[in-house]
Nanobody
Framework: VQLQASGGGLVQAGGSLRLSCVASEKIFSFKTMSWYRQTPGNKREWVALLNEGGGTMYTDSVKGRFTISRDNAKNTLYLQMNSLKPEDTAVYFC?????????????WGQGTLVTVSS
């Protein structure tokens, strides 16, 4: 299973971006799917998750601004980011808990860079 993240770019503060994470396989069986972000010299930070039941959770700093969703038909996880702030600047990574036989594998996509200018 591979995850391919895209949609990053340069945007002014207050603007919006939508990140996509396309899976190489059908995602209907995937468990929790998440977005993380990382800035230079810092640990990867959890941003949002979408569980298999459709429940969502967000880190406090993005609540009300970011929305995580998935489209099983397109094998894609999304992160809609509105009202972007310079502190949202980071490399964003997608992640999925994928059933593989009798175990659960954690699969990471490559990052996509989001830069928010003030």
């Amino acid at each position: 299973v591979q995850l391919q993240a895209s949609g990053g770019g340069l945007v002014q503060a207050g603007g919006s971006l939508r990140l996509s994470c396309v899976a190489s396989e059908k995602i209907f069986s995937f468990k929790t799917m998440s977005w993380y972000r990382q800035t230079p010299g810092n640990k990867r930070e959890w941003v949002a998750l979408l569980n298999e039941g459709g429940g969502t959770m967000y880190t406090d700093s993005v609540k009300g601004r970011f929305t995580i969703s998935r489209d099983n038909a397109k094998n894609t996880l999304y992160l809609q980011m509105n009202s972007l702030k310079p502190e949202d600047t980071a490399v964003y990574f997608c992640n999925a808990d994928v059933p593989l036989g009798d175990r659960l594998a954690i699969v990471w996509g490559q990052g996509t860079l989001v830069t928010v200018s003030s």
